[in-house]
């Protein structure tokens, strides 16, 4: 079975501040995947990143930096400098593929930046 | 390129009435997803399919829900009877592949609200 952990519900900064979203995963397959997806208000996921279990090396693009701990199981998601744009709901989500084509979200951390 | 079209974007119906929802994917994209994501909570798959096949609808509630996928292009959920519990977004999307491993793009989603 598969399961993603993100204990943190609600969080709130003030613009320009950085912040950290916990993602802890499980799975018993060697091979899996994890994606972050951004919900705006609008409704609308928009994928923003997604990574393979063989590739713990750590991301940036722009403001965005992901950390990638297999021995922790851990999958971060860190903004820089937030904008008041930041403001939505981020979900984690893993694939480990055996048995089924599934993928299984976390149940989101809504980020609220404040201006 | 245009993104994953979903109607309506709103419905409130009373309980035990019907409702159907519409979704057009991305031109080309062999898999459709219908999820469901009650308030507070991450997507939950209700059925994918693969081109018209169904891949997976093991949590579609099959007493009352439906989903068609007639000619391998836009597909459409109903719910008959509904109950209040249905009350939440209908996320439709679509992707190249039907691993789950593939990136998602999602439509801005169809939100129940049953009385």
């Known amino acids: 079975a598969q399961k993603v952990t993100q204990a943190q519900t609600e969080i709130s900064v003030v613009e320009k501040e950085d912040v950290t979203l916990d993602c802890v995963y499980e799975?018993?397959?060697?091979?899996?995947?994890l994606f972050w997806y951004k919900q705006p208000p609008s409704g609308e996921l928009v994928f923003l990143i997604r990574r393979n279990s063989f590739d713990e090396q750590n991301e940036i693009s722009g403001r965005y930096s992901w950390n990638f701990q297999k021995s922790t199981s851990s999958f971060n998601f860190t903004i820089t400098a937030s904008q008041v744009v930041d403001s939505a709901v981020y979900f984690c989500a893993l694939y480990s593929g055996a048995g089924s084509y599934q993928l299984t979200f976390g149940k989101g951390t809504k980020l609220s930046v404040i201006p | 390129e245009a993104g994953v079209a979903q109607s309506p974007r709103y419905k409130i119906i009373e309980k035990r009435q019907s409702v159907a929802f519409w979704c057009n994917p991305i031109?080309?994209?062999?898999?459709l997803y219908w999820y469901q994501q009650i308030l507070g909570q991450g997507p939950k798959l209700l059925i994918q399919?693969?081109?018209?096949?169904?891949?997976?609808d093991s949590q579609l509630p099959k007493d009352r829900f439906s989903a068609e996928r007639l000619k391998g292009v836009d597909s459409t959920l109903k719910i008959q009877p509904a109950k209040l519990e249905d009350s939440a977004v209908y996320l439709c999307?679509?992707?190249?592949?039907?691993?789950?491993?593939?990136?998602?793009?999602f439509g801005a989603g169809s939100r129940l609200t049953v009385l």
């Open positions: 799975t018993r397959d060697t091979t899996y995947y």
């Open positions: 031109s080309g994209h062999a898999t």
């Open positions: 999307a679509s992707s190249l592949g039907s691993s789950g491993a593939n990136v998602l793009t």
């Open positions: 399919f693969q081109n018209n096949g169904v891949v997976d």
